[in-house]
């Protein structure tokens, strides 16, 4: 069974950054995605970037050139490098994993199976 455990999620003022961390366990895959995710109360849960275990990632035109995702293979570890932070980017962020996902659907929620409990990011103003 997959398991993921988020972690990193703070309170930080705008133009700040922060590193989140997504460790996984239980994956059997050679082959898998990973994905984070963030959501607003009220809001859907929106894609953030991805990547897979070979090393292509995808990102939200939100975040692209201020997130980088990467990963660490040796700790089953994904990240999500967070640079100059809007308030905008205040959410619950998760990250989730699959085996499978079209070519245009990484950022897609609905591809995912298996997801963290989450981590709250705060930017301030």
């Known amino acids: 069974q997959v398991q993921l455990m988020e972690s990193g999620g703070t309170s930080v003022q705008a133009g700040g950054s922060l590193i989140l961390a997504c460790e996984i366990s239980?994956?059997?895959?050679?082959?898998?995605?990973m994905g984070w995710f963030r959501q607003v109360p009220g809001n859907e849960r929106e894609g953030v970037a991805a990547?897979?275990?070979?090393?292509?990632?995808r990102y939200a035109d939100a975040v692209k050139g201020r997130f980088t995702v990467s990963q660490d293979s040796a700790k089953n570890t994904v990240y999500l490098r967070m640079n100059s932070l809007k308030p905008e980017d205040t959410a619950m962020y998760y990250c989730?994993?699959?085996?499978?996902?079209?070519?245009?659907?990484?950022?897609?929620?609905?591809?995912?199976?298996?997801w963290g409990q989450g981590t709250q990011v705060t930017v301030s103003s």
């Open positions: 989730a994993t699959t085996v499978l996902v079209y070519t245009n659907r990484w950022l897609n929620p609905d591809e995912y199976k298996d």
């Open positions: 239980g994956m059997t895959y050679r082959s898998y995605y």
């Open positions: 990547i897979h275990n070979t090393g292509t990632t």
